[in-house]
Each structure stands twice: as structure tokens, then as C-alpha cells.
């Protein structure tokens, strides 16, 4: 190697690496292989190595330097790359990993070296080994042996858990005395995988040699391990009801109308409205499954309670027993580059009647860490799965998930901001003299979700502070459907974990009505507005001050599978009597005291 490369290379590892301690040698840092793959990128260009070239080149040069012996990848590979600094940095790197969480990092690598389309076409986010290894020791908890039983991943990606589940069929026949060539074939024929990416399939095949590396060298026998490319939702219906053991951190995002087309004949029975990609790979998990087979499933945690999983949650409570569900306490910084809760799911299969189940729940650590939390009840409507986050919450979720009120029962119903800034071409203003001077005789007031403060207050101003603020937006009719004429709270749309509340709620001020007629409100900004029907049971302050008690922002986590606050998700709040709270405040007792009495819970 170049002298100038091989300073350069020393060098960029000094400086990258986190601080070493006595006794313990340094490793690259996160942000230290994030920058390193950004270089690399860079690097990539002035070669003109495509993602699968660079990926191509550094899995073989480490294999040069780790598992000499094994047959070529079968990659790209770029000769101009392999003699860049970039590329032996990181690869250097890799090799001070362990194995499988190098091979995180070469498949994130690929994921984000990718053009952005082709990502976000594919959801290419892959699963830290923390995760992966609490996830599998869960369900080898539950009773599966990685010694005997069939195991596939249809989105096996950069093999995260292909991987780690042939070291464990390694273990477990070693212990039994198997011999190489006996454990080979035995992974041969025992785990599957399939990936709509080449690359990745290309990727997951290889890792699986080099895991099982000593094995190939003591049997001299090169294995065809089953990993191939499909589209595992059309092409994996023969499979059906074949495998013991479903491992899945499956794509997301929402799908086209026209994606779903050859979908709706073999999935119509989950798919409503819009639906998320991931939530149509957990009914074909399901499916693959025998007879009290079991799924371990990576996911967000939106299909516990989104309205458009209703009928994936009929689908999962009818054809199978969720046995655990972990709640990932850190949605920062599990997977790359993506802001999300995240759930790891074991359901087994079963063909069940309906009705109720209860579900193990427990919340996981980013190390892979499970600490019980307690159980939770699913039901089989479609309804929302309340599911506890933290011990304090499972007596709350048993009295209060009991209550039969909603908000219809306290005379309101939920309502969306109509004005979207960026879309919308209606005239704004951004002043009430504005209005006068255009002499506009239908505009009126726009609330944002910044105008809510965290003490319960709206504080609308007739004159907007900054220059790209509307205040007033004409929507040419007075009696427009988007106008909220009557009493009504507001909430923040958008929220996020770190707040103290996810309920930011306010009574709208009486005197905005009075004086302009109702008001509209914008897109990040939610309304309860009191129902024509019938009067409401509690005032708009009353109800905003409900909306913040503790116990009641709390249940709303437990249902809310999102930071975004859904109409929906409100909808389906549980709340106390409201007749029976109105009487209590009537008496004297605050809202806190009378929403922990009538709920049945003991103050503080």
C-alpha cells in the first residue's frame, strides 16, 4: 500500500475512534462510521463506483484480510475504489467490529449510499444487532429451537437476522456434537431468505458464508444457502403455512393505488384505505407460519393503533396470539437516518374464534435489554390496543380502558385544520388592517398550532410578528364547511416523546367567535368543536383542563402509536362519566380529583 495512504489511513482512525480506556481497545464510533461512509461517498464518485460496486469492494477486501478461502462474492467491485484511503478506512474499521455489527454497518452503508428514490422506494433501514439479539432471545424464550425448526426472513435486507440466526443454529448443533458439513447443510435446509434488492440478496448470501466461515473451511464444502431475490408479498404463496419460525423487520411506507392493484385479491382482508407496506409483510408472516408457528417482527408501533391497521388488528387477533410486545424506549438513534417508535412483536399462529387476548408487554432498552411491564388486552375490533409503556400504566389502562365515554359523550367531535400554507392559494393576510384595506368582507381568523401555549391559553394576534405569518384567510364565504362557528378546544397536531404533555390543548377564547363570526384552523392544528346535536357537558376551558390531567394525557400515549396526534386516536380516548365529572366540579373538586374518582383511581 502507498506510505501516504497508509498515513492517511492511521490518521483518519485516530481521529474518528472514541477514547480509549485502560485496558479496553477503541472502537469506531457511530459517528465515526457515518462520517467514514460519507467520505466514502465521495470517494465513490470520483471513481464512478456505483453503491453496489463500493459494498462489492469493501466486503472483499475484508474477506481478503478475515475469510480467506471463500468464493467471490459475486459483486461489483471497482479497482479504482479499492485503492482509495476512503475505502480502507472504513473498511479497517469494519474488521474492529464484531461480525454482526460490521455487517450493519456495510448494509446501512449500501442503504445510504443508494440513489434516494431507489431508497425510499425499497425502505431500506435496517436492524441494529442489539435489537436482533433481544428479539431472538425472546423467542427462544417462547420456546423455539434454532437446533431443529425452519426459520425465514422475506425482507432479509443485509441478513440482520439470516445472520445471527445461523450463528445460533451453529451453537446450538456444536453443542450437540454436530459435525461442519452436518451444521452446512443443516442451514441449508432449514433458513430462507428473499429481498427485492439483488444487492442485498448478493449481500445476505455472503454473510452467511463468512458467519460460518470456520465451518466451510473445516468441511472444505461451499454451501448454497436460500437466499433469493423476489417480491416476497406475490411470489412466496407456496410457502404458506410451511415454516416454524418468521423473522422480519419489514419495509415501510404507505403504498400507490395503483401498487395495490395485484395486492387486493390476496390481501384485501388487511387493507384499508392507504395502508403502510409493513402491515401487509406482517399478514404474509402470518401466513407462512404452520400451526402454532411464531413471527418475531420489527416494526413501527403504528399498526397498534393507526386507523388504517383496523383490519390488519381483526386479522392479527383472529389468526394468531400476540405473545409479547416490546416498546423500544429510544425512537432517536435506532435506525439510521429515521425518527420512529419501534416494536418488536412474537405472535404465534392460531386460528382463534375472536374476541379478547391479552399480551405480554414489556419496554426494550436500545442495548436489546427487556424489562415486563404487564399485560394488555387486544381486542378483536379493530379498536385501538392500549398498551402500557411503563408499569405506573397498567392499573390506569384497567380502570380507565373500562370507561365507555368518548368525546361524542361530552358533545364534541374531532375535526383537522383545513388551511394548508403550503398548498392553499386562498387569499391571507397577515393583519387585520390588511383586511379593511382590502376591504375583504369574508376573512377570518387563522389559528396555528404555535398560537397554543403550553399553559392551556390561544394566543391569537390580530397582527401577525413575523413577515411570513398569515393571520386571515379569506375563504370567499362565511358559511364555508372549513369554519368553526361553535365552542370549541384546540390541540397541537404534531408533538413529540420529549414533551411533558402529549395533549397541548386550549379553549378557543369566546370573544374570537363573537367578533368574527368562528375561525379556521391550520393543517399541524387539531379541533374538538362542540356538536350541533346536542349542548356540550363541560365548557371548552373545562374540557381543555380534562385534557390535561395526567392520567388521561397518559392513557392517550398508550393508545397513540405516533407523535402525530390522529383524530381517530382521540376518538377513541377513554374518558370518565362526563356527567358524573360535571357534578364533582359542581361540588368543588378539581379536575384532577374528579377525574381520578370517577376513572377509580387513587389520588397521586
Not at 114 to 136: C, N, V
Amino acid at each position: 500500500m502507498d506510505e501516504r495512504i497508509s498515513e492517511r489511513i492511521s490518521e483518519g482512525l485516530a481521529r474518528e475512534e472514541a477514547p480509549e480506556l485502560a485496558g479496553v481497545p477503541r472502537l469506531p464510533s457511530r459517528l465515526s462510521l457515518l462520517r467514514q461512509i460519507r467520505r466514502l461517498e465521495t470517494a465513490a464518485r470520483g471513481c464512478k463506483a456505483s453503491p453496489s460496486a463500493v459494498i462489492g469492494t469493501a466486503l472483499s477486501k475484508w474477506c481478503e484480510a478475515d475469510c480467506q478461502g471463500l468464493p467471490n462474492p459475486g459483486l461489483p467491485q471497482s479497482r479504482k475504489l479499492s485503492k482509495t484511503a476512503e475505502l480502507a478506512v472504513f473498511v479497517q474499521s469494519l474488521r474492529r467490529l464484531g461480525f454482526l455489527e460490521a455487517s450493519y454497518w456495510l448494509s446501512s452503508a449500501y442503504a445510504m449510499l443508494a440513489d434516494e428514490g431507489h431508497r425510499k422506494q425499497l425502505a431500506m433501514f435496517f436492524t441494529p444487532p442489539s435489537l436482533t439479539r433481544g428479539l431472538l432471545d425472546d423467542i427462544a424464550a417462547q420456546g423455539v429451537d434454532f437446533g431443529t425448526q425452519t426459520f425465514m426472513d422475506p425482507a432479509c435486507g443485509g441478513a440482520a437476522f439470516l445472520a445471527p440466526i445461523a450463528l445460533r443454529m451453529r451453537d446450538t448443533l456444536r453443542s450437540q456434537g454436530a459435525r461442519p458439513r452436518a451444521i452446512l447443510e443443516h442451514v441449508e435446509s432449514h433458513l430462507y431468505g428473499t429481498d427485492l434488492d439483488a444487492t442485498l440478496c448478493g449481500l445476505s448470501a455472503h454473510f452467511l458464508r463468512m458467519a460460518l466461515h470456520s465451518e466451510i473451511q473445516a468441511a472444505a464444502y461451499f454451501p448454497e444457502f436460500k437466499v433469493h431475490q423476489a417480491n416476497s408479498l406475490l411470489e412466496l404463496a407456496a410457502m404458506a403455512g410451511q415454516l416454524d419460525v418468521v423473522v422480519c423487520n419489514p419495509p415501510y411506507r404507505k403504498m400507490t393505488v395503483d401498487e395495490l392493484v395485484p395486492l387486493r385479491a390476496a390481501y384485501g382482508d388487511v387493507i384499508e384505505s392507504q395502508p403502510n407496506l409493513y402491515g401487509l409483510f406482517i399478514a404474509l408472516c402470518v401466513r407462512l407460519l404452520r400451526d402454532g408457528g411464531r413471527a418475531a417482527l420489527v416494526t413501527p408501533t403504528s399498526f397498534l393503533s393507526g386507523q388504517h391497521f383496523s383490519a390488519l388488528r381483526r386479522y392479527l387477533a383472529r389468526n394468531s396470539v400476540v405473545e409479547h410486545i416490546g416498546m423500544v424506549s429510544d425512537r432517536l438513534g435506532v435506525f439510521i437516518d429515521v425518527e420512529q417508535e419501534t416494536a418488536l412483536t412474537v405472535l404465534r399462529r392460531a386460528q382463534r374464534a375472536g374476541g379478547e387476548t391479552w399480551a405480554d408487554v414489556s419496554v426494550v432498552s436500545p442495548s436489546g435489554a427487556y424489562q415486563s411491564v404487564g399485560p394488555s388486552r387486544l381486542l378483536d375490533t379493530g379498536a385501538v390496543w392500549p398498551i402500557p409503556r411503563a408499569v405506573t400504566d397498567v392499573p390506569l389502562l384497567k380502570v380507565a380502558g373500562a370507561s365507555k365515554f368518548r368525546l361524542s359523550d361530552y358533545g364534541y367531535r374531532v375535526r383537522i385544520g383545513a388551511f394548508v400554507w403550503n398548498r392553499d392559494k386562498r387569499p391571507t393576510f397577515q393583519c387585520s388592517r390588511d383586511v379593511k384595506h382590502a376591504r375583504c368582507q369574508t376573512a377570518v381568523p387563522l389559528l396555528w398550532s404555535g398560537d397554543i401555549s403550553l399553559a392551556g391559553d390561544v394566543q391569537f394576534e390580530a397582527a401577525a410578528a413575523k413577515p411570513d405569518e398569515h393571520r386571515f384567510v379569506d375563504l370567499g364565504d362565511r358559511q364555508h364547511p372549513s369554519m368553526v362557528t361553535r365552542p370549541a378546544v384546540v390541540l397541537q397536531r404534531v408533538t413529540s416523546n420529549t414533551q411533558a404533555r402529549r395533549l397541548v390543548a386550549a379553549a378557543v377564547p369566546e370573544g374570537l367567535t363573537e367578533e368574527y363570526g368562528g375561525f379556521v384552523g391550520e393543517n399541524h392544528l387539531v379541533i374538538l368543536e362542540a356538536t350541533e346535536e346536542t349542548s356540550p357537558v363541560l365548557t371548552p376551558s373545562q374540557l381543555a383542563q380534562l385534557l390535561a390531567v395526567p392520567a388521561v394525557d397518559r392513557y392517550f400515549r398508550c393508545i397513540s402509536g405516533a407523535t402525530n396526534v390522529s383524530a381517530f386516536e382521540l376518538s377513541q380516548l377513554a374518558l370518565p362519566d362526563p356527567h358524573h365529572v360535571k357534578k364533582l366540579l359542581a361540588a368543588g373538586r378539581s379536575m384532577i380529583e374528579a377525574v381520578h374518582a370517577v376513572y377509580g383511581l387513587a389520588n397521586g
